[in-house]
């Protein structure tokens, strides 16, 4: 087996992951949701806390995808409940909810890994891998998974995008002319959703987020200009990838996690020196 061949699931995870967030990326930063990625990648904590638990009384549940279950599960649920209690008309400062909402999902999935640590003589499956997540032996069915999400999440937007569009810039004026606002929001945070349920695995709930913050920021740099942005934001998530993946050919014990995170704060420092010296040419 070749390394392009072995390295084929990373690559293709990777990439579908780095390019369904920075679609996303763009709304996100304009909705000021810069934080939702860490209530909803954090919950997933809890949710394989809860399968931890449960393992004690039946191991069989003790399974990689039997906890990966139970990080889908809560990671939709924080998702649902975040979206109704931070909806923008009769709702909670968003932000409040997601703190109170990261702050549970941890303090439960430490004191499981504790408890079952405790019970077990040593650390449950994946304690570590579900914070930084694991990009070294990724199997071909999770990598064709997380590329048909991906794929379902892009054509979601791309078909939805106008009424995304006015929902994230002034949702009030969105849902005054005729745009189903709160299904949009709802959507919309399912979406983000997805995209972490399949990225937290990869690249770990600590680090996930910044898939979700750095494209969009980079690109709002380069230009005010919608389409131009969104393309920006692209061409950053894709390039972040890219560059992780060098990384990891040459480096293999380089953590694919760090190495994307690191690669898109060096464009978007990049980016924000070009845009400074741009300002003061004449």
Not at 116 to 127: E, F, I, K, W
Not at 145 to 157: F, K
Not at 205 to 219: K, M, N, R
């Amino acid at each position: 087996m070749t390394l392009g061949t072995a390295l084929l699931p990373e690559i293709l995870t990777t990439a579908s992951i780095a390019a369904a967030c920075a679609l996303l990326s763009v709304f996100v930063v304009s909705r000021r949701w810069a934080f939702i990625g860490e209530g909803i990648g954090h919950s997933g904590f809890g949710g394989a806390g809860t399968v931890w638990m449960l393992s004690l009384a039946y191991p069989t549940l003790h399974t990689r995808w039997a906890i990966y279950g139970g990080v889908v599960v809560f990671c939709l649920a924080t998702a649902l409940a975040i979206a109704y209690l931070g909806r923008p008309r009769g709702g909670t400062n968003i932000d409040a909810v997601i703190g109170i909402f990261l702050v549970a999902s941890v303090a439960w999935g430490f004191l499981a890994r504790e408890l079952y640590a405790r019970s077990r003589g040593g650390l449950p499956l994946d304690a570590d891998n579900l914070l930084f997540g694991r990009a070294n032996d990724l199997p071909p069915q999770f990598a064709v998974a997380a590329a048909g999400v991906c794929a379902a999440v892009v054509a979601a937007v791309v078909l939805l995008a106008k009424e995304i569009v006015y929902y994230c810039f002034d949702p009030a004026m969105a849902e005054a002319s005729g745009v189903r606002a709160s299904l949009v929001h709802y959507l919309l945070v399912l979406l983000v959703a997805l995209t972490i349920i399949v990225g937290a695995p990869v690249f770990g709930s600590v680090l996930v987020t910044a898939l979700l913050v750095l494209p969009g920021a980079t690109a709002l740099l380069l230009s005010d200009r919608l389409r131009t942005t969104v393309t920006a934001s692209v061409v950053v998530g894709v390039a972040g990838a890219a560059a992780a993946l060098i990384v990891r050919a040459r480096y293999p014990f380089f953590p694919m996690g760090p190495a994307i995170v690191l690669a898109m704060f060096g464009l978007f420092l990049f980016a924000y020196a070009w845009t400074r010296v741009r300002r003061r040419t004449p």
